[in-house]
């Protein structure tokens, strides 16, 4: 950021997947980096810087490649060039979730978009070549991808840069931003734009600036949804199950309700959270990143921590699932009489007696399913934590 011009520069970053880009796919990115700055620079102050990154050696899956490959190289990039917005540009096709294909990733968190021209040209589609087309279609995507890393929302209107677009056609129309728009971007830029580097104390710096983007945290945590990070989490769920299952028919674990004080089983199940926290975080979350310097930057202070607290409050809700799904049982289906006969020292007919055997059963079972929701697929996970959306 150039803060004498008052200017904020967004990177384009070139992306090759192998060795140097073609001459073809250069030009494209030049040529569209320039329209995006003709369409940004006047109104908002904003400048375009177009560099080339050697490309990596990627390996596809069915046919294309991870975003997070990218994503996680525009990570370490934007770090090192102090760069506060980046277009991760690369000319293969990128692996989308739910549909056939995406041009686009867009991560507000990290305020990195990944973009892929690869369908963009029409000779693509058996069409003519027309590299002007092309250009039109990677700056209008360029600019929507901009959209979305300073928060705006979809536009009904073709024109606009914000539309919903369903086809690469659309892309070749969508230049138009409204009052309204130009006023929000105006106003999020320096928020956005901010990215503090560790000065000092490392710890300190990192609750500073939890407690200063305490709303980003809790921003992300609503957008991933916990009910959504389960749905992508089967093997967790049905590994913890199975364990619950066992355990609710052992005699041993009805000797712990009656014996063991509520709050005993009350801190095992803080720590059972946090354990299992932590371990799905080592599974799906991206290491931190540290400057040459061995410093750590405001941004992925916020991305861990969001990334931490997303799957904190997953566990919470899954160990909220657990207990009432252990309390029903224990009501309702379980014989009264093996309440009064199993445990040893005293009969478990209480509610407290219930209560405790709940709270011992969903703890184990948060605990042993997050050893198997490791082997749940990491990029479906990481979709929701860490990418607004496939274009």
């Known amino acids: 950021m150039d803060e004498r011009a008052g200017a904020y520069t967004i990177g384009v970053m070139k992306t090759p997947v192998q060795g140097e880009s ?4 250069a030009r494209t990115v030049d040529d569209a980096a320039e329209l995006l700055k003709g369409l940004l620079t006047e109104e908002l102050g904003v400048e375009v810087a177009v560099f080339e990154f050697a490309g990596p050696h990627l390996v596809p899956t069915a046919g294309t490649y991870s975003p997070f490959d990218f994503l996680r190289l ?3 990039e934007k ?8 277009l991760v540009v690369c000319e293969v096709d990128l692996a989308a979730p739910t549909l056939s294909y995406a041009l686009a990733f867009p991560s507000r968190l990290m305020n990195i978009a990944i973009l892929s021209t690869n369908r963009l ?14 250009t039109e279609r990677l700056a209008g995507l360029m600019l929507h991808s901009v959209g979305h890393l300073l928060n705006l929302e979809h536009s009904s209107e073709p024109t606009n840069a914000m539309y919903d677009f369903t086809s690469v056609e659309d ?6 931003l409204t009052s ?7 106003r999020i830029l320096p928020l956005e734009a901010r990215d503090a580097v560790q000065d000092g104390n490392r710890f300190l710096f990192i609750l500073r600036q939890v407690a200063q983007d305490w709303h980003v945290v809790l921003q992300t945590v ?3 949804n916990p009910f959504e990070l389960l ?7 049905t590994t913890a199950f199975s364990v619950i299952i066992v355990l609710f028919f052992s005699a041993e674990i009805w000797d712990v309700a009656s014996t063991v004080e509520l709050g005993q089983l009350a801190a095992f199940s803080l720590i059972a959270l946090g354990a299992a926290t932590m371990v799905l975080y080592r599974a799906f979350a991206f290491a931190a990143v540290l400057t040459r310097r061995k410093r750590i930057a405001e941004s992925i202070v916020v991305t861990t921590a969001s990334a931490i607290v997303s799957l904190l409050a997953t566990m919470v809700v899954l160990y909220g699932l657990f207990f009432v799904v252990a309390y029903a049982s224990t009501v309702t289906i379980f014989p009264r009489r093996l309440m009064s006969t199993w445990p040893t020292v005293d009969p478990a007919v209480r509610v407290i007696d219930h209560v405790k055997l709940s709270m011992f059963v969903a703890s184990v079972g948060l605990l042993a399913g997050s050893l198997g929701g490791r082997a749940d697929s990491t990029q479906l996970v990481r979709y929701v934590l860490f990418l607004d959306e496939e274009t």
């Open 22 to 25: 073609s001459p073809q796919f």
């Open 74 to 76: 525009g990570l370490t």
């Open 79 to 86: 770090l090192e060039r102090r760069i506060p917005f980046l």
């Open 121 to 134: 040209s029409p000779s693509f589609w058996g069409e003519e070549s027309a590299p002007e087309r092309t």
């Open 171 to 176: 892309l070749e129309r969508m230049k138009a």
């Open 180 to 186: 309204g728009q130009r006023q929000q971007m105006q």
């Open 222 to 224: 609503i957008r991933a």
């Open 231 to 237: 749905r992508e989490l089967p093997t967790m769920l």
